[in-house]
């Protein structure tokens, strides 16, 4: 099943990134009150071991690759907007940065013992494509990690449309290049619940899924193994 998660084609999500990139730090900081590293670690400790071949997929400025690297992992950055590539490479030396796509990873079969995904596959063209694409790269039995905001059914549900619907867009107008964040709040409601991901994850491959929500539900970690 080819699920298409953005109305924007590849080119133009592409261009927004290397748009977004010198604000994109901070509106992550910003859009999660500074809650956004505690998930990477966490997302890092969840599938990361010492010693392990880590893909970042999808890496931004690097600080989830980063996180991967404080787990103990041997990790490789990869992300298609070079402009969000060189300020990763700032961060790190330790760190392989590489440019390229998720959905044709420049990698041999079996090359990774666990990857990570945070905040990225919202914007994947073909999100079924770019999990199989993350099972491909990764040995049997390893594992994936995959970060992701998702639209809380709670009581946070009302703050949320208010915070990603209005606020977020309106904090990206004020800096420079962020005023793509108007994309955010259709990205999110195009992209799956969490179970439904989780179904997709199932149907590229990979077993003993699981999945806990954050901040009241408002972001899901999801994990998994190849089967």
Request: charged share 25%.
């Amino acid at each position: 099943m080819s699920v298409e998660t953005g109305t924007l084609p590849p080119g133009a999500v592409e261009s927004m990134f290397d748009r977004i990139a010198p604000v994109y730090d901070a509106m992550n900081r910003v859009m999660t009150a500074g809650l956004d590293q505690r998930w990477r670690r966490l997302t890092a400790s969840s599938v990361v071991r010492p010693g392990d071949r880590v893909l970042d997929a999808c890496c931004g400025t690097g600080d989830l690759a980063l996180a991967d690297r404080a787990a103990g992992g041997q990790v490789t950055g990869l992300d298609f907007s070079e402009p969000m590539l060189e300020r990763a490479r700032r961060k790190s030396s330790a760190i392989e940065w590489v440019r390229g796509d998720l959905l044709e990873l420049p990698f041999a079969d079996g090359s990774f013992d666990a990857a990570t995904v945070g905040f990225g596959v919202r914007n994947v063209a073909d999100l079924a494509r770019g999990l199989a694409e993350l099972h491909r790269v990764l040995r049997e039995d390893g594992r994936v990690g995959i970060l992701e905001i998702t639209t809380p059914r709670g009581p946070l549900r009302p703050f949320y449309r208010l915070w990603f619907d209005r606020l977020v867009p309106l904090l990206g107008k004020a800096l420079p290049g962020g005023s793509a964040y108007t994309y955010l709040p259709a990205s999110v409601r195009r992209f799956p619940d969490a179970k439904g991901l989780a179904a997709l994850l199932d149907e590229a491959g990979f077993a003993r899924i699981r999945y806990r929500f954050l901040a009241g539900g408002i972001v899901a970690l999801h994990t998994g193994e190849a089967a």
